[in-house]
């Protein structure tokens, strides 16, 4: 029945026709309008659906609904046992309880909703400040949002205090990530002041509303200037995330149920139910058949001697009878434990700010039986330390970075040179690679309020390497959209020109950036996981053995790489890369087609590898885990050494546990690995791979 109602809901009630890319005109228009509100309407019930579909909930389940018809036929004269009160209060209380659990639960989004569309925001009109409640904020709002604020719309960034135009946002509210976002305010607006950017004229088309986080293409036209500009993901700040740095002025362009987070959030607006209710739904299914069994055969006598139409009056009332066989007390007891253990919970000062939102679920934290744990910042703190500076000829541990500071001070004395990545001897090579470092990044220097420098990145891998190069004189002293400034012992700042950066994604595994340090010398800087650079960088044969070696010490770590672009060159990709980040389809495809393009004959320079500390305590957690019996899978981008040396590390696997890699390309080998391992898996540990793993889930997951 349950299962019924849905697909109609999906099929014949909410069917909605296909989403269109959008375009938006700024200043509002009429055609503005048309999208979605920005108020959160998370509740289930309304004041007129509250008493049917908070009774269909109840009743779509047969264990209720063979109580209720137990109790209405007591309201027949020929088919009454005993006292009404006796059936009908049981269940009226049963119902009636769930009903207010249900009523208390939407009480407490409703007011949690009201809240935050109740949240006031800066709205900017004609440069001047209003205030605005969330829930009227529309598409094509200009909005001033100061750090530490949470982002009530999907918007694209249109500036930022930070001179650059980079600012940092948390996403954790989101997807999960604790690390902050890098995004930069698209480069046009970022040039202009408040008052310019309130009185300009914008058009718009992005793409129409998806449930992507990772993804946005869009294009914008300011004023009547004819050309495009691109848009992407880095442009944006998303729903419910927060500024976290700095203070910055965002255009709305999704709002309400079109933002990624309402597309990420189930519509349907179903009761969740845990397993225990479908289980105790089941055995009063299996009781009530043993019930009919028990009630036929009191009647085989008298359907043998008086076969008449009264047989079946006897057989109902024998039904009745022994429907205390169906305890409806079960279910009482089952209510009142969710609620009394939604209460421990939200009082449980060993978990201070655990929260239970659905308060039908809190028993099935019992039956968890898997538990996947992101490795950076769950297991480990996500606080990296440089640890080794590796190139083809030596390899240099924190003991000696000392050296390394007097070797580039001595290099520079002598000659002062500033050409870069050439490869020659030590200590010249070694303070090329350490200028990598400085320039292949995402990181921006800030000051807080005390005058005190900090860095501020995406990643705390890049943060720890910037802190390595500054460590031995190679001091990251400015960073904009389109410089770098370096400084260099015994010659001072150096500035190289931004002209391209490539962002790292978790498909392409590398990060690359293309600056100028003078007018006739383009360098083409990358890094990344060794098995993507391997096929990118020249002369690579001992790059593969380093990195296993360094992994097997539980480091993690990235290949520089890098050349020389001629002008001609250089000025070939720009108008190429340009045109690729003005499509509107197939704008990715062609962007990295287009990157890809360059990406050829690096020279190798060197491997750095950083720690991860564990977290506390997360060696004790894990061993009470296992003792519950509760399996843990480790999530984790790394390589297969450094996952194993973690994993070894925090007792996930004990130190004598066999391990078994779990690698296959085709479910003949994926058999054969199942078929060798059986009868002895439950007590190795096991290493999957992203692509074995998803072949084992759609082609033998029971076998698995």
């Known amino acids: 029945m349950e299962k019924a109602w849905d697909f109609l809901q999906k099929k014949l009630f909410l069917r909605k026709k296909p989403e269109q890319p959008r375009t938006i005109i700024i200043p509002i228009t009429k055609q503005n309008k048309k999208f979605c509100s920005n108020k959160v309407e998370n509740n289930r019930y309304t004041y007129l659906n509250y008493i049917p579909k908070c009774l269909f909930n109840q009743f779509k389940y047969f264990y209720n609904l063979y109580f209720l018809i137990t109790a209405l036929s007591q309201f027949v004269p020929i088919l009454q046992v005993g006292y009404r009160f006796t059936y ?7 119902v009636i309880l769930a009903m207010a659990k249900d009523a208390y639960d939407d009480i407490r989004i409703r007011i949690r909703d009201k809240q935050t569309n109740s949240q006031p925001f800066t709205q900017l009109i004609g440069g001047e400040p209003k205030e605005v409640q969330s829930k009227d904020i529309v598409v094509g709002n200009i909005l001033k949002l100061k750090k530490d604020e949470r982002v009530p719309a999907d918007c694209l960034i249109l500036r930022s205090t930070e001179e650059s ?4 946002i948390r996403t954790d509210q989101l997807d999960g990530e604790t690390d902050w976002k890098l995004r930069r305010a698209i480069g046009e607006t970022q040039k202009m002041d408040i008052q310019t950017i309130c009185n300009c004229q914008f058009e718009l088309n992005v793409e129409a509303p998806h449930a992507d986080v990772y993804s946005f293409q869009g294009t914008i036209k300011i004023n009547e200037d004819p050309k495009l500009y691109s848009l992407n993901v880095e442009n944006t700040a998303w729903a419910n995330t927060i500024v976290a740095s700095d203070e910055m002025c965002a255009l709305v362009i999704y709002t309400g149920n079109d933002t990624r987070l309402a597309r990420n959030r189930k519509q349907n607006g179903n009761v969740k139910r845990g397993k225990t209710e479908d289980e105790v739904n089941f055995l009063s ?9 028990l009630s036929i055969l009191m009647i085989i006598p008298d359907l043998i001697q008086h076969p008449n139409w009264f047989i079946l009056v006897s057989l109902t009332r024998f039904m009745i009878l022994f429907s205390s066989i169906i305890p409806i007390s079960m279910r009482v007891n089952l209510d009142i434990a969710k609620m009394v253990y939604a209460f421990f919970i939200n009082k449980d000062k060993d978990i201070a700010g655990a929260e239970v939102r659905n308060s039908t679920l809190p028993e099935e934290l019992g039956r968890v039986d898997f538990v996947l744990s992101d490795k950076t910042g769950t297991l480990t703190k996500n606080e990296m330390t440089f640890q080794v500076l590796c190139m083809q000829s030596e390899t240099i541990r924190s003991t000696n970075f000392d050296d390394i500071k007097d070797d580039i001070r001595e290099c520079l004395q002598n000659n002062g040179e500033k050409v870069l990545f050439k490869k020659k001897k030590n200590p010249k090579f070694i303070m090329r690679c350490v200028q990598a470092m400085a320039l292949c990044h995402n990181v921006t220097p800030s000051f807080n309020e005390n005058g005190e420098k900090y860095y501020q990145a995406s990643s705390p891998d890049e943060v720890a390497l910037v802190k390595f190069a500054e460590s031995v004189g190679v001091v990251l002293e400015e960073r904009t959209f389109k410089k770098i400034v370096l400084n260099m012992p015994m010659i001072g700042s150096i500035e190289y020109e931004i002209l391209n950066v490539f962002p790292f994604s978790s498909s392409t595994k590398r990060m690359g950036i293309i600056v100028r340090n003078n007018k006739d010398n383009e360098i083409y800087l990358m890094k990344g996981a060794d098995n993507v650079m391997a096929k990118i960088i020249k002369d690579n044969e001992w790059l593969s053995e380093e990195c296993n070696n360094l992994a097997r010490e539980g480091l993690r770590t990235l290949v520089f790489g890098s050349r020389k672009m001629s002008q001609e060159e250089y000025q070939e990709f720009n ?17 990295l087609k287009v990157q890809e ?6 020279n190798a320079m060197c491997i750095t590898g950083v720690e ?6 997360v060696q ?9 019996n ?6 984790t981008g790394d390589k297969v050494e450094t996952a194993t040396c973690i994993a070894k590390s925090t007792k996930l696997v004990d130190i004598d546990q066999e391990i078994v890699q779990f690698f296959a390309s085709s479910i003949d080998e994926a058999t054969r690995l199942i078929f060798n391992n059986e009868g002895s898996i439950g007590t190795k540990a096991l290493i999957v791979d992203g692509n074995t793993l998803s072949l084992m889930l759609k082609e033998m997951s029971k076998e698995f």
């Open 612 to 617: 991860d500390e564990l977290q506390e305590d």
């Open 575 to 591: 108008e190429r890369y340009d045109h690729a980040n003005t499509l509107m389809i197939g704008r990715e495809e062609e962007v």
């Open 285 to 293: 299914k299996i009781l009530f058949c043993s019930l009919m069994g």
């Open 620 to 628: 004790k957690t894990l061993e009470m885990l296992k003792q519950a």
């Open 630 to 635: 509760v399996r843990v899978w480790m999530l």
């Open 88 to 94: 009908t209060m049981p269940l009226a209380f049963v």
């Open 165 to 168: 135009g980079s600012i940092f």
């Open 597 to 602: 393009s360059i990406e050829h004959g690096l």
